[in-house]
């Protein structure tokens, strides 16, 4: 009984969370000026985040 109720469980958040970590991703871009504008893109991945070189 408890065995299939954790299965029931497991269903409901399939259902109600993103099954993909593509639709968890968020990104944005970082903007600065140091007498020219430089611009990079940070993403937070799967409880990292990581960030392109400044360009």
Same mark, same amino acid.
């Given at each position: 009984? /408890?065995?299939?109720?954790?299965?029931?469980? +497991? =269903?409901?958040? +399939?259902?109600?969370?993103?099954?993909?970590?593509?639709?968890? +991703? *968020?990104?944005? +871009?970082? /903007?600065?000026?140091?007498?020219?504008?430089?611009? =990079? *893109?940070?993403? /937070?991945?799967?409880?990292?985040?990581?960030?392109?070189?400044? =360009?």
């Amino acid at each position: 009984m /408890i065995r299939s109720l954790g299965k029931l469980g +497991d =269903r409901l958040l +399939d259902k109600l969370l993103p099954t993909t970590t593509a639709a968890a +991703d *968020t990104c944005w +871009d970082e /903007i600065k000026f140091v007498g020219y504008t430089v611009r =990079r *893109t940070c993403c /937070i991945a799967a409880g990292y985040t990581a960030c392109t070189p400044w =360009r």
